[in-house]
């Protein structure tokens, strides 16, 4: 028995097992990206969501500054 002939197929289904969680992992990260796309339309993912500066989230119109209200004591 050769133990060079084991240590080769050893590494060689080591190989095959890694490429295949690379392959897993791409294949999710493809599923995730054409989910994104898909609900894009929808406003579903945060992706999809327009960016607003900081102008759009202020009010248009500023309220008139009330008086502070008197301690009580």
Request: hydrophobic residues 40%; charged residues 30%.
């Amino acid at each position: 028995m050769h133990l060079s002939e084991d240590y080769a197929s050893l590494e060689l289904a080591r190989f095959a097992e890694q490429q295949m969680l690379r392959d897993l992992e791409r294949q999710r990260v493809i599923a995730e990206r054409l989910a994104e796309v898909a609900g894009a339309g929808e406003g579903v993912t945060d992706a999809a969501r327009p960016r607003r500066g900081i102008r759009a989230l202020l009010p248009r119109r500023l309220r008139p500054l009330q008086p502070p209200r008197p301690a009580l004591s």
